[in-house]
């Protein structure tokens, strides 16, 4: 493969190039947030209440 073909591919790639929707998506994600936090929260909660006990 040639320099030339290689550089078309490149400039091919990057103009046919799409934005996703959830890009421009600005609905809240409250929901998705409170439940990726609540496992975080329960560990830390459980590691506290460890620390504690060891006191």
């Known amino acids: 493969m040639t320099q030339a073909e290689i550089r078309a591919l490149e400039h091919a790639g990057r103009s046919t190039a799409v934005w996703s929707n959830e890009v421009y998506d600005i609905s809240p994600h409250f929901g998705d947030v409170a439940r990726a936090l609540f496992p975080a929260a329960l560990i830390l909660a459980t590691a506290t209440a ?4 060891l006191l």
């Open 50 to 53: 460890l620390l504690v006990a």
